[in-house]
Each structure stands twice: as C-alpha cells, then as structure tokens.
C-alpha cells in the first residue's frame, strides 16, 4: 500500500456539469476525511467517514456536493452542477481510528478542479 | 478546537536553523500539537506530534513549554527542499472529527 490515492490528479469541467472524484484510502483505516483547499488557504474540512458511516457535513458542503463511501473503503465525492466557485483543490485523507496521541492522517495528493 | 496564531511567512538560508511559533492559548487539556508540512500541489503531510515538553523524530523537534499556550517547530540545518507551509494544529488525536488548518507558516529557504 503506498498511501492514499485520488483520482484524477486533474479536472478541468466546465459550469453546470456534474463531477466525481474517487479517493482510495490506506486499506487498514477506517476513518476518511474530504477536504477544499482554495489557493493561499489551509484545507477547510468538508466530510467526514467512519468506515461507511458519514458522521459529520461542514456547512461548506452544499446540497450540491455529495459523498459517499460504500462498504467502509474507497470514497467518492460528486458536486453537481458545478460553479465557479467550486475550483479548488480536494483533498483526502485517512486515518487509523485511536485514542490518545500519536496519530495521524495520510492525505493524498489532491484532485484540482477548474471550472471554466 | 483550539484556535492557533503564527507567523504568514518566514525566510531563512540553507543550513540554518529554523523555529516557527505556534500560539494556542485556549488549548485544552487533552489536546495534542500536531504540525503538518504541505508542498505546493500536494496534500499536507504529518511531521510531528507532540503533548508536553520535547519531542523530536528524524525531521524536526517540537518544544512544548510547561503551560501549552505556544509551540515551537524546529527544523534543523533547514535545504531548498523545506520550502514548504508548515501547518500547526491542536485538537484531540482519535477522538476529533476533524482537522482545523490555519493559513500556515510560508516559509522561503534560499541559498
């Protein structure tokens, strides 16, 4: 396993189509988190995955954006009828599911969206 | 979680040393420190986390005075290839749901 993936790397859509991002996440975690990343700006937290269990929407995450993680492994992310606005880049990350300190998350490389 | 201040940018030269501060006031009791590294068109990676005192690894030493409220990352004999932002964030390990990035430490390294 070398980490987590995304695909694609790059997406260039243009305003009003629908778009769909997969994210494979290190096999043995079981937490997974989306995130948007405009440039200049930390990653602002989007969703959240327990196994397949969506426990937690940010407000950033409108009625047309969609995740999804069926069966507790890969996940996929949809936004719908996509704005302007939406360009960025979108970026996951895993992580095992601990308590205490030393834990971390593996984020993948990020799908960057343009929409034109 | 605990909001966090530090600094927008920080240059230095190769070979040197570098600290970038993290303030935390509000941290809580069960909070970690955890700094993040991000390279321009890739996703943020873990560098080091730590919960009171020192705490070093292969990459960097992080220095936790005795009342929490700041942080200090530090990265030895810095090269080119540190030019990076360096995210630090404070929260529950395991039991957050989230993450909560800043806007990072943009720090410049040059020959």
């Known amino acids: 396993d070398t980490g987590v993936s995304q695909d694609p790397r790059h997406k260039i859509t243009k305003r009003g189509q629908n778009v769909t991002f997969r994210c494979d996440p290190i096999s043995e975690h079981n937490r997974l988190y989306w995130y948007r990343q405009t440039l200049g700006q930390g990653p602002e937290f989007l969703t959240y995955f327990q196994n397949e269990a969506q426990l937690e929407k940010s407000r950033l995450l409108s009625d047309r954006f969609s995740a999804e993680r069926p069966k507790g492994s890969f996940s996929t992310l949809e936004i719908q009828r996509t704005e302007q606005g939406d360009s960025a880049m979108y970026l996951c990350a895993s992580s095992p599911s601990a308590l205490g300190g030393d834990t971390e998350a593996f984020f993948g490389q990020g799908t960057r969206l343009t929409v034109v | 979680l605990a909001k966090t201040t530090q600094p927008i940018s920080m240059d230095s030269y190769e070979g040197q040393e570098v600290n970038i501060t993290c303030s935390h006031n509000?941290?809580?009791?069960?909070?970690?420190i955890t700094w993040y590294q991000q390279f321009p068109s890739q996703g943020p990676r873990f560098i080091i986390q730590g919960y009171k005192t020192k705490v070093t690894n292969e990459v960097a030493s992080l220095f936790i005075p005795a009342d929490r409220k700041s942080s200090t990352l530090s990265l030895p004999r810095v090269s080119l290839s540190d030019t990076a932002v360096y995210y630090c964030?404070?929260?529950?390990?395991?039991?957050?749901?989230?993450?909560?990035f800043g806007t990072g430490t943009r720090l410049q390294v040059t020959l």
């Open positions: 964030l404070v929260g529950v390990p395991g039991t957050a749901s989230k993450l909560t």
């Open positions: 509000n941290i809580a009791t069960n909070d970690y």
